[in-house]
């Protein structure tokens, strides 16, 4: 790494309650909101790895907030994997390292946050899922967080960013891009506007089975992507989830509709051969498999009955938001090329087309699993 880094590094991870001598360090990735790196401590001969990670507060504007919801997510999760007596239990939950002064968190001199967490050693994520063992693994992964968290009170965490997953609320942003085009684009992008349209009476479906109590709120990830399940780098086991930052109270139905989304096709985000993208059975019946198998002990059935639902609402939300800042001039996502909002809308659209031609291959699923 090179000097400056190493600087920065070093004097970061002197906030924190890190043991022994500061060693080396890498930059992981500059994610799409966080800056992530990882770092080595001699702590008497032995090493002792840690990741630094900056929280972006652009889109997290109360990080105080933010990081006491991933303190109390955290050491529930260890405290009921402690009493389920698991082996390897630094490498199944995060753990946050407090600083020095207490909290935890640093405000550096430029006014960024840092948090540190424990490294967690020999696993990987993948971008786009290969094989149904893998999704098997992230449906149990993401199924057992609920779960062990089923008994925390979700009024106790902080509601970080309102109305996340409100998709009527999405949905009526798009009317307005569509209303005013600023930037002449509707044209272009006539076949997902209608698509988007033609979607509408579904929009409300999972905020309506909320307001009318159907559906609990509960502590969720919020950020089910596949790559955000860390698997052993030998044995392709999940260990853990990471990117805690949306933890927060929530439907589980939003989290299962995510991993839907993003975990039973082999293609990118942003996939531009169509033809390639389509909701793989195999894929999500290992999934639901896993997550039922996970969250038996507190799912309730109307959850379980609105899980097909799910997956394409979520889907959608993210099509439209994508479609929605192609309107907008790509203000929100970062792109690295012309219409690439438009493709990751189509990706999510050509998914729901597949998602409904499946549908009841889906529910048969969700059926023979329950
Ligand atoms: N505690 C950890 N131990 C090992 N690797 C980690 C840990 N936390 C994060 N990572 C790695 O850093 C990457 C980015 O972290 P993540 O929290 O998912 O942020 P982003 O918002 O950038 O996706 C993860 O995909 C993972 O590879
Ligand atoms: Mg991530």
Not at 355 to 368: K, L, S
């Amino acid at each position: 790494m090179n000097r400056e880094d190493r600087e920065k590094l070093t004097q970061i991870g002197a906030q924190f309650c890190i043991p022994g001598r500061f060693q080396d360090g890498h930059r992981i990735k500059i994610g799409h909101i966080n800056e992530t790196f990882a770092a080595t401590y001699d702590d008497g001969g032995r090493p002792f790895r840690v990741i630094h990670q900056t929280i972006n507060t652009q889109v997290f504007r109360e990080p105080v907030g933010l990081m006491s919801n991933v303190v109390r997510v955290t050491e529930h999760l260890r405290r009921k994997l402690q009493a389920q007596g698991v082996d390897q239990l630094d490498r199944r939950a995060l753990q946050v390292i407090p600083t020095r002064e207490g909290p935890p968190y640093h405000v550096d001199a430029s006014g960024r946050y840092w948090r540190t967490f424990v490294f967690v050693d020999d696993v990987r994520s993948y971008d786009a899922v290969e094989s149904p063992r893998q999704a098997y693994q992230a449906g149990h992964a993401f199924g057992q967080f609920q779960s062990l968290l089923s008994d925390l009170p979700a009024g106790e965490l902080a509601t970080t960013i309102p109305d996340f997953h409100h998709t009527p609320k999405r949905f009526e942003r798009l009317l307005q891009a569509i209303e005013s085009d600023e930037f002449h684009r509707c044209d272009l992008a006539r076949q997902e506007i209608d698509f988007a349209l033609g979607m509408k009476s579904l929009v409300s479906a999972l905020v309506d089975a909320e307001a009318r109590g159907e559906v609990p709120v509960r502590v969720t990830h919020n950020d089910t992507k596949f790559n955000n399940v860390m698997l052993d780098g030998h044995t392709g086991e999940a260990m853990c989830v990471v990117d805690l930052d949306t933890v927060m109270p929530g439907l589980v139905l939003y989290d299962f509709g995510d991993m839907v989304r993003t975990t039973t096709s082999r293609t990118a985000e942003d996939e531009q051969f169509l033809e390639r993208v389509e909701l793989e059975l195999p894929m999500f019946e290992a999934l639901v498999r896993g997550y039922l198998e996970a969250t038996r002990s507190f799912l309730m059935p109307a959850e379980r009955r609105l899980l097909v639902l799910s997956g394409k609402l979520i889907t959608f939300t993210i099509g439209i938001r994508f479609l929605t800042d192609y309107l907008e001039g790509d203000a929100y996502f970062r792109i690295h090329r012309e219409q690439h909002n438009l493709d990751r809308c189509r990706k999510q659209f050509k998914l729901i087309a597949s998602m409904n031609e499946r549908e009841e291959a889906m529910q048969e699923a969700v059926a023979r699993f329950s």
